[in-house]
């Protein structure tokens, strides 16, 4: 079943958008909404800063340099976690071998065989999976 994109009302300063979203999003785009209202309001109220489109592109460039200066502080975090996938993957790989060898022992004259027909075979790749 297919689920269709689910309406979502937020408000922004005073201002109701229905927002188009996946069910299991929804709270996350809540989250949005109130963080970007938040600094929007911060911005409207220091005075510097006159037009809501103004007060927009501000909030959103602030936010935007809050999530760079995160990634910054965690430059190795990309690198870390393909270097866990790789090891859950050769883990998943030895542990597919080893049971298929379990459940279905060959005798000591194919082993030869068998060894050159599992080396040949690609390795499981998830490499483009998001998790």
Same mark, same amino acid.
């Given at each position: ?18 927002i188009a979203c996946e069910y299991?999003?929804?709270? !996350? $785009?809540?989250?949005?909404? =109130?963080?970007?209202? #938040? ?8 005075? *510097? ?16 340099? !809050? $999530?760079?200066?995160?990634? =910054?502080?965690?430059? #190795? ?8 996938? *790789?090891?859950?993957?050769d883990q998943v790989n030895a ?37």
């Amino acid at each position: 079943m297919i689920e269709e994109p689910l309406q979502v009302s937020i408000k922004i300063l005073e201002k109701e958008y229905r927002i188009a979203c996946e069910y299991h999003e929804q709270d !996350d $785009l809540r989250a949005s909404a =109130r963080l970007l209202d #938040n600094r929007m309001r911060e911005i409207r109220q220091s005075g *510097r800063v006159i037009g809501t489109d103004r007060i927009a592109v501000i909030a959103a460039l602030n936010i935007a340099h !809050d $999530l760079i200066q995160i990634q =910054r502080s965690r430059p #190795n975090y990309g690198e870390d976690t393909n270097r866990r996938l *790789r090891q859950l993957q050769d883990q998943v790989n030895a542990a597919l071998v080893t049971e298929h060898d379990e459940q279905h022992p060959e005798p000591q004259r194919d082993a030869e065989q068998h060894t050159a027909q599992t080396s040949t075979e690609p390795p499981l790749d998830a490499s483009d999976e998001r998790v």
